[in-house]
């Protein structure tokens, strides 16, 4: 999956654009699963290509200040994480002193860069935009982010400039778990707890991308693929923002997991950044557990387990049904529960429900508490199944779809729930037209 990311200085339209390419989707989105959490990534597609795009802007804390060193950052981390950089003017405001310092940093990337010049709705603004041949990028795109006009010859040139990448993506059958979190949680210490001291690692085969790594683990009757970023190894280089190149980083390792470790800090609690790459994995698709780290420096009697999961559990709604495990990379405690847990989720997210079971529990289920009555009509689901794909799907066949509500479609949900075991793994439910 290619990553496009969007910069340029404030109130250029980053985030108008941004929207407008994420809008489709997020739509689908949102009526599966009824949240939307973060509004600086999004999954969007064009032509039958599916891409991620990140609005770096909405990250560089600060960044409405106009500081050139928080431009400068963001546009970094846009060349280290993406594939595609789209570089957004203003035609109305011309080229500025910082425009200048943006081009400076992309002239000098091997990577795509794409200029595009926003407000551009007239023949006049149109012959104004030329002036931006100065920044030194060559060609530019014209497009009017609140109409829209433009953006599809913008995204056309954005699929040509995707990379043609090596088709070595799935080389092994194997479980492939990312350990990801903030800063400072103890994901290395987790990584390093079970490698042991014997570093039972087989293979380190390079990913298909520059950064991911996967490293083969074959530990305690496991196998599987680890999933890790270079963000880790050069966190050291960069003392201030860590945050956000964590949520950065994060974003690569999620796409290419099918199973996200969430390694969080017991003394800090469940805070913004794990919610973020929480709700990023959730967005995905992925399996994903949570790791309660550093247990061992809770006090006991002021907080229980159960107090903890609760509290946690209040951030994931709707998607609750996570296992949270209370684990200490220093002592090693539980390390071995949250590896059978994640590979436990794994199997959740892998497992078929046999057509004729499913119809047999389901629509006993929907009997029992069929969908309200909309204008006086009955809604009638007579057959369902799920659908062979890579993440839980579930259609249930109805006569008139559109009067079943994201209500009731929860109540399916948790009744699927109940009785088979989906805990980690988000599940579609689609209502379709017999
Ligand atoms: P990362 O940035 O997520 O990879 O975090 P590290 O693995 O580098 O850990 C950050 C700090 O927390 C280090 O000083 C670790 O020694 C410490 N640490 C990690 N796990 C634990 C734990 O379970 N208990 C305690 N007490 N400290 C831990």
């Known amino acids: ?46 032509n039958g290509k599916e891409f991620s795009v990140i609005d770096t802007g909405g990250y560089v804390r600060g960044s409405d200040d106009v500081f050139e060193g928080e431009i400068r950052k963001q546009v970094e981390l846009a060349i280290d994480e993406a594939d595609v950089i789209i570089f957004v003017v203003d035609v109305e405001e011309g080229i500025t002193p910082m425009d200048e ?58 699929i040509d400039a995707f990379p043609e990448k090596p088709v070595v993506e799935v080389t092994e059958e194997l479980p492939r778990f990312a350990v990801v979190g903030r800063p400072n949680a103890g994901k290395s210490s987790f990584i390093n707890a079970l490698i042991g001291q014997d570093r039972y690692i087989v293979t380190d085969i390079a990913g298909t991308t520059r950064d991911a790594i996967d490293t083969k683990f ?43 470790i969430l390694v969080i800090d017991a003394t800090r609690g469940f805070e913004g950044q794990d919610q973020s790459i929480f709700w990023l994995a959730e967005k995905n698709r992925k399996g994903v557990v949570i790791l309660v780290n550093k247990w061992d420096l809770v006090e006991k009697d002021t907080m229980s387990t159960r107090d903890y999961e609760e509290k946690i559990k209040k951030e994931l709604m709707p998607f609750t049904d996570v296992p949270i495990l209370f684990v ?56 369902c199944m799920q659908l062979p794909t890579l993440t839980p799907q579930f259609v249930f066949f109805a006569n008139m779809p559109q009067y079943v509500k994201e209500p009731y479609k929860r109540y399916l949900e948790n009744k699927i729930r109940e009785n088979w075991d989906f805990a980690g793994v988000p599940i579609d439910i689609y209502i379709r037209e017999k």
């Open 1 to 46: 999956n290619n990553i496009v990311a969007i910069v340029g200085r404030p109130n250029v339209g980053k985030s108008t654009l941004f929207n407008r390419l994420i809008q489709r989707r997020e739509a689908i989105v949102d009526s599966v699963s009824g949240v939307t959490r973060d509004r600086n990534y999004g999954k969007s597609e064009w």
């Open 218 to 260: 074959d530990r305690f009757g496991f196998e599987f693929n680890l999933v890790d970023t270079a963000g880790i190894r050069r966190k050291a280089k960069v003392k201030e923002d860590l945050e956000f190149y964590s949520v950065m980083r994060s974003v690569r390792a999620i796409e290419h997991a099918d199973i996200c």
């Open 328 to 383: 200490s990379a220093l002592t090693k405690q539980r390390l071995l529960k949250a590896l059978e847990a994640t590979v436990q989720v794994f199997e959740n997210r892998k497992q078929r429900i046999a057509t004729s079971k499913f119809n047999e529990y389901m629509l006993k289920v929907i009997e029992a508490y069929p969908p309200p009555a909309t204008k006086g009509k009955y809604v009638k689901i007579k057959y």
């Open 101 to 158: 310092t943006v081009a400076k940093l992309l002239r000098k990337v091997t990577k795509p860069v794409l200029l595009a010049v926003n407000k551009v709705d007239n023949a006049m603004r149109e012959k104004d935009a030329i002036e931006f041949y100065n920044l030194g990028l060559g060609d530019y795109f014209t497009f009017a982010s609140i109409s829209g006009s433009g953006t599809g010859d913008l995204l056309d040139a954005l």
